[in-house]
């Protein structure tokens, strides 16, 4: 790899207009930290799960791998692995009418409140965000209620709904499609274009459900 950059990443793609990208990246969590309390050269810095992809217009490939090694070339896996991780304490109501839930309770083969007692303590962080701007992936689900998809998306999702799929919980921004099975609604915007950054979440920092009542939530909704 150029620039003796492979003690960091795996293995390179390289895609057109401007993006280099580092799939299977080593150090991950550790790089996400340091990327975040730097500031970059880049125009963005996009994180897959396991990625990394670093952006700059009008740049030639080379000119993005030479920012790239300038930029990490004080990073310390160990030292960056040691910085504090923000916890993020979020409210939820937990619709115990929704078909998802009953859904689920019937393919799990576990009352509802047990699939919201487990939910509610599962180990979350912030994996990555995309498919929809602000849309929010948290990994760490407990393993006793990982679900498949949905075999029929539902045509419209609200937004500040809550789902889960497979080993992950997401959380919608906007009104949408989707697969993800709904068990309940997040009353915060977590996502507003009005405010800079439009996300004030970052990869890896930890992140906990604390459940409310459907009063509280009618309360607190800001999604209208």
């Given at each position: 790899?150029?620039n003796?950059?492979?003690k960091y990443?795996?293995?390179?793609?390289?895609?057109?207009?401007?993006?280099?990208?580092?799939?299977?990246?080593?150090?991950?969590?550790?790089?996400?930290?340091f990327v975040?309390l730097?500031?970059?050269p880049?125009?963005?810095?996009?994180?897959?799960?396991?990625?990394?992809?670093?952006?700059?217009?009008?740049?030639?490939?080379?000119?993005?791998?030479?920012?790239?090694?300038?930029?990490?070339?004080?990073?310390?896996?160990?030292q960056?692995n040691?910085n504090k991780?923000?916890?993020?304490e979020?409210?939820?109501?937990?619709?115990?009418?929704?078909?998802?839930?009953?859904?689920?309770?019937?393919?799990l083969?576990m009352d509802k409140?047990e699939?919201i007692y487990?939910?509610?303590?599962?180990?979350l962080?912030?994996?990555?965000?995309?498919?929809?701007?602000g849309?929010?992936?948290?990994?760490?689900?407990?393993?006793?209620?990982?679900s498949?998809?949905?075999?029929i998306?539902s045509?419209r999702?609200?937004?500040?709904s809550?789902?889960?799929?497979?080993t992950?919980?997401?959380?919608?921004?906007?009104?949408?499609?989707?697969?993800?099975?709904?068990?309940?609604?997040?009353p915060?915007?977590?996502f507003?274009?009005q405010k800079k950054?439009?996300?004030?979440?970052?990869?890896?920092?930890?992140f906990?459900?604390?459940?409310?009542?459907?009063?509280?939530?009618a309360?607190l909704?800001a999604?209208g």
């Open positions: 790899m150029v003796g950059l492979e990443f795996d293995r390179t793609f390289f895609v057109p207009e401007g993006i280099i990208c580092w799939p299977h990246v080593s150090y991950f969590d550790a790089m996400v930290i975040s730097k500031q970059t880049f125009d963005e810095v996009i994180f897959g799960l396991d990625s990394i992809s670093f952006i700059n217009f009008g740049k030639s490939q080379k000119e993005i791998v030479d920012l790239i090694f300038q930029h990490f070339k004080d990073f310390n896996p160990k960056e040691s991780i923000i916890t993020h979020v409210p939820i109501y937990y619709d115990m009418n929704g078909k998802d839930l009953a859904a689920l309770s019937i393919s083969q409140e699939i487990k939910h509610q303590h599962s180990s962080q912030v994996a990555m965000i995309g498919f929809l701007p849309f929010i992936y948290l990994k760490g689900l407990d393993e006793a209620i990982i498949n998809r949905k075999k998306p045509p999702i609200a937004p500040g809550v789902g889960i799929a497979e992950f919980t997401g959380i919608y921004p906007i009104q949408s499609p989707g697969g993800w099975n709904i068990i309940g609604f997040c915060i915007k977590l507003d274009v950054p439009a996300v004030n979440l970052k990869i890896g920092d930890d906990r459900f604390y459940s409310i009542t459907a009063q509280e939530y309360k909704n999604h």
